[in-house]
């Protein structure tokens, strides 16, 4: 390594102590160049990640936005429905090479797995029921008889005949 004053155009350097990210360029003033964005391929693989203590918590999310600006293909989402940190990358090496970084640079344990999937399940047509529930164990007992149906909502938000289905 040697220090420099200045480089020129095409020349390869190093800067240290500079806040930016991955694919981010520098310039004078007085040019107004705008560079092509990297190409970033979408994800293949993803992971739940959280830290073992939630001491931790603080120097987790720290490292994780670190990485981020790092490298433009390790992503990381919050998944609104189960609470889990999501993160995806371009393979399981790839993920755990971060986890192994979070280990040995910020001194973080891990739970790792595999994201939860949300099964929904939706009333597809209208099914009646008439149900009787009886049931004697001793004193007055239990007695109770349901009638009705149940029929998915439209998009419009209104329920079977009152729907308007015409176009």
């Known amino acids: 390594m040697e220090d420099i004053s200045e480089a020129g155009a095409g020349d390869i350097f190093a800067l240290f102590g500079v806040d930016c990210a991955s694919g981010e360029s520098f310039c004078d003033q007085s040019v107004n160049y705008s560079m092509m964005p990297m190409h970033v391929p979408e994800p293949v693989m993803s992971l739940t990640i959280k830290p073992k203590k939630n001491e931790q918590l603080d120097g987790f999310l720290k490292a994780l936005n670190r990485f981020q600006r790092e490298d433009p293909t390790f992503q990381v989402k919050v ?89």
């Open 79 to 167: 998944n609104e429905e189960s609470e889990e940190i999501i993160v995806s990358g371009m393979g399981e090496l790839h993920l755990f090479v971060y986890c192994e970084r979070m280990k040995r640079e910020y001194d973080i344990d891990l739970v790792v797995g595999n994201p939860t999937v949300n099964y929904r399940e939706t009333i597809g047509a209208k099914a009646k029921f008439n149900y009787l529930h009886k049931k004697q164990s001793g004193g007055a007992g239990q007695y109770a008889k349901v009638i009705g149906y149940v029929e998915p909502i439209n998009e419009g938000g209104l329920v079977g005949e009152d729907a308007d289905l015409s176009c």
